[in-house]
């Protein structure tokens, strides 16, 4: 399988502090991209980050892209019980098409 | 837009019953996917579709499932016979496509279908 990996599964903690989640993927990509769900919701979509990209920003988010060691994370800033949600990596592994990875359930308790 | 509009949100049906998820994708967006989620396997696809045509059907998991997309605004999901390992979160997904480069941009999720076969 083409999936990429999470880690960690789950993460639990306390509104303010910073969560760090880790996306790795298996052969080249051309783009990798983060997502959000909310429990019994459909996924949004947070950032996307280019193969030739290095790190990324969007208000709280702050996403970072290793080629060499096909890995990315998703660093989210001063969180809030809001960010409870699961988070998601996708690659296209130069095709049309997303493969999501196992997703990490973040907790933020308020 | 109203975005991806998915039905039912929710079915129960029992074992051997036919299935058919509804989807309205995104107007003007000329791909639309299908996945299918469950706490084991996570979000898997399923098949996916460029201006109406099945593009690659590869993670269709068996004869028992099909999709069709009889135009631009319209596609199914059909499971028949449904068996109880059929009990999963089914999406739809549309984009754009349209000169972006492969998949540059983001999908659009519809909210899902809820399946639950006894």
């Known amino acids: 399988s083409q999936q990429g990996e999470e880690d960690p599964q789950a993460l639990s903690i306390q509104e303010g502090e910073n969560a760090t989640m880790n996306c790795s993927y298996k052969?080249?990509?051309?783009?990798l991209q983060w997502y959000r769900q909310n429990s019994g919701r459909g996924l949004v979509h947070l950032i996307l980050?280019?193969?030739?990209?290095r790190e990324k920003h969007s208000g709280r988010l702050r996403v970072t892209l290793d080629t060499s060691k096909k890995s990315s994370s998703l660093l989210i800033t001063a969180s809030r019980a809001a960010d409870t949600a699961s988070y998601f990596c996708?690659?296209?592994?130069?095709?049309?098409?997303?493969?999501f990875g196992t997703g990490t359930r973040l907790q933020v308790f308020p | 837009d109203a975005g991806v509009i998915q039905s039912p949100r929710h079915e129960v049906t029992e074992m051997g019953q036919e299935v058919t998820l509804r989807c309205k994708p995104i107007?003007?967006?000329?791909?639309l996917f299908w996945y299918r989620q469950t706490m084991m396997r996570g979000l898997e696809l399923l098949i996916y579709?460029?201006?109406?045509?099945?593009?690659?059907d590869s993670g269709m998991p068996e004869d028992r499932f099909s999709a069709k997309m009889p135009n631009a605004s319209f596609s199914t999901l059909k499971i028949q016979p449904s068996e109880p390992r059929d009990s999963a979160v089914y999406f739809c997904?549309?984009?754009?496509?349209?000169?972006?480069?492969?998949?540059?941009?983001?999908?659009?999720f519809g909210e899902g279908s809820r399946l639950t076969v006894l």
């Open positions: 997904a549309s984009w754009p496509g349209q000169g972006l480069t492969l998949m540059s941009g983001e999908l659009f």
């Open positions: 052969t080249s990509i051309n783009n």
């Open positions: 980050i280019r193969s030739n990209e």
């Open positions: 107007s003007g967006h000329d791909y």
């Open positions: 996708a690659t296209d592994y130069n095709t049309d098409k997303l493969i």
């Open positions: 579709f460029n201006n109406n045509v099945p593009i690659d």
